[in-house]
């Protein structure tokens, strides 16, 4: 199967998952609630690219999983990374009006609603990895671990960590280090987690899991790279606010040449990692081609 009919297929599957979930809601919460779901789905039906998830389930499926034993863990990570993106267009944080071409949660639903939105999915995430239980294919004990990784991913080691030190980071104080530690944990932890997941769930032997964490790890920042080259080819892509000073970028101490000679380094190591894990790992090197040429 080639990439773009395996990723339609794999898309199509976590699409529909979310809309279950999000009937879930619907039917079990009191009907006063359905406006927080409505902003839920607005966000979470809101177009992207659903690229954490397809790499949980391309992950899993180069495991010997099937694609469809995953769909919990692939949703609390797309729940994660949608309550991330929420929040980050806030007027505190980044002040966004718009995200995939369409008002951004606060400013269709207003600003209390987009926080309480971003915290029902954060929360929610954790909700959703939970129904892992109802499978006999994994273990409490696996399933644990999952969460504890999700946590780590999510929390002050990741996702929030790293956005602390990018809004509270002053720009005379932007070199490489800095600017690559900021995505590590902004950026690339949750990478990583989405690629991690299915491991934990079987409990993969270390030489393995330590391959996938690589994948990841060179992946996470050439997903990073990738978007700071987009971002500065594309003076409109974001509509800033007025946080409009200078981002912790690559853009900001590479030249364009330099970011592309670092995103090929970084897509050849995590080719490199998946092939090592056997035939089975096409799509997650697939996966890294399309970060290498992506156009959106
Ligand atoms: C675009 O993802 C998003 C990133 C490159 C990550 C940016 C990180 C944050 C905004 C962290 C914010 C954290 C907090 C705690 C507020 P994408 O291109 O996959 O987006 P898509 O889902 O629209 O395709
Ligand atoms: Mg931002």
Wanted: with cysteine; glycine share 6%.
């Amino acid at each position: 199967m080639n990439f773009q009919s395996y990723s339609a297929s794999r898309v199509a599957l976590i699409e529909a998952a979310i809309g279950e979930s999000l009937v879930q809601y619907q039917k079990t919460a009191s009907l006063r609630f359905a406006p927080l779901v409505e902003a839920m789905s607005y966000s979470l039906s809101g177009g992207g690219k659903r690229f954490r998830p397809l790499l949980t389930l391309a992950s899993a499926e180069c495991l010997g999983f099937q694609a469809e034993d995953v769909l919990p863990a692939a949703l609390a990570v797309e729940y994660i990374h949608t309550y991330s993106l929420i929040h980050d267009d806030l007027p505190a944080l980044d002040d966004d009006d718009t995200r995939r071409g369409k008002p951004s949660n606060h400013k269709k639903f207003g600003e209390a609603v987009a926080i309480l939105t971003g915290d029902a999915l954060l929360t929610e995430a954790f909700g959703q990895l939970a129904r892992l239980q109802e499978s006999t294919l994994f273990s409490p004990k696996h399933i644990l671990s999952a969460f504890e990784l999700l946590v780590s991913a999510a929390g002050v080691r990741g996702l929030v960590g790293g956005q602390f030190i990018d809004v509270t980071l002053e720009q005379t104080q932007f070199n490489l280090p800095e600017v690559e530690f900021i995505h590590i944990h902004k950026t690339g932890a949750m990478i990583v987690a989405s690629v991690l997941l299915p491991a934990r769930l079987c409990g993969l032997e270390e030489k393995k899991s330590a391959l996938l964490k690589r994948y990841g790890a060179a992946l996470g920042l050439a997903f990073q790279i990738s978007d700071d080259i987009l971002d500065a080819e594309s003076s409109n892509r974001y509509s800033r606010g007025p946080r409009k000073k200078a981002r912790p970028a690559y853009s900001e101490l590479m030249n364009r040449a330099e970011m592309q000679d670092l995103l090929n380094n970084l897509i050849d190591t995590a080719n490199t990692c998946a092939q090592a894990l056997g035939d089975k790992s096409s799509h997650l090197v697939d996966i890294a081609e399309f970060i290498r040429n992506r156009k959106h």
